[in-house]
């Protein structure tokens, strides 16, 4: 029997209880999340991701601001625009949205938000401490992903997990998250060799290569988990993923669809790392004033 992940309904359903935990969260404290989110330039993907992001931080609940910037802003201009909002309290969330222009280094702009407010968990504090076990911010494609699999019953203990791509958002991160959950991990890459006949042993197939609908059938085992993380255009310029799902999905137990699988799920994980975010600011505030 194959299924069909239903990435949308979960998101829709973890938005909903954000939002009844941020309502609870300001009528005791007076406090709401807030997320900040920078975009540089006018990339159309990015302008759509951050206008999604904003819509879903507003319907939590949340305080929520886009600072659009010019693409020609200096490297030192952004800095001093992030340490604007580390310092600031009233934001718990900073995020710039990627791609950055080639005239500023991504990783001097990513290396300045502040770890405590790095909600998409790519400082290097944080990685270091998802790495070594003690996980603060992580990045929320996987961060999702994970949620996915607990809401199918997933069960990943002692199976072979086998994630193509190995970015520090998702491919890395991914195969980091299946291996506390026990499962035995293989990342895999565009240099990887015989990558079918390597993947046809994957019980857990995370795809997240960025070619359209470079995963074929020849790819999956019957009865296969199959998680499709691209977001690519086919040949008549619609939307897809890395995965060819018309040929994949009588093959595989459960699969992602996209759009509608893994892309909303990304967003609630960003919404709920910023939640938490506020949650340990205002944890911090207390224990300082409770200080003699
Ligand atoms: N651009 C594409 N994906 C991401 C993401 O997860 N975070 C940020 N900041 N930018 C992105």
Redesign the pocket.
Known sequence: MVAVMDGKALAAKMQGRLAEKTAKLKAETGEEPGLV?ILVGENP??QV?VRNKERSALAAGFRSEVVRVRESISEEELLQLIDKYNQDPAWHGI?????LPDHIDEENV?FAISPEKDV?G?HPTNMGKFWSGHPMMI???PAGIMEMFKEYGVELEGKNALVIGRSN??GKPMAQLLLDANATVTIAHSRTKHLAELARRADILVVAIGRAKFVTADFVKEGAVVIDVGMNRDENGKLCGDVDFAAVEPIASLITPVPGGVGPM?ITM?MEQTYQACERFLALQAQELNQP
Request: glycine share 0%; proline share 11%.
């Open positions: 989110v993907a990015s991701y995020l710039v949205q990627l791609p990513l998409d790519f990045p929320s494609t958002i998702v990304t960003l």
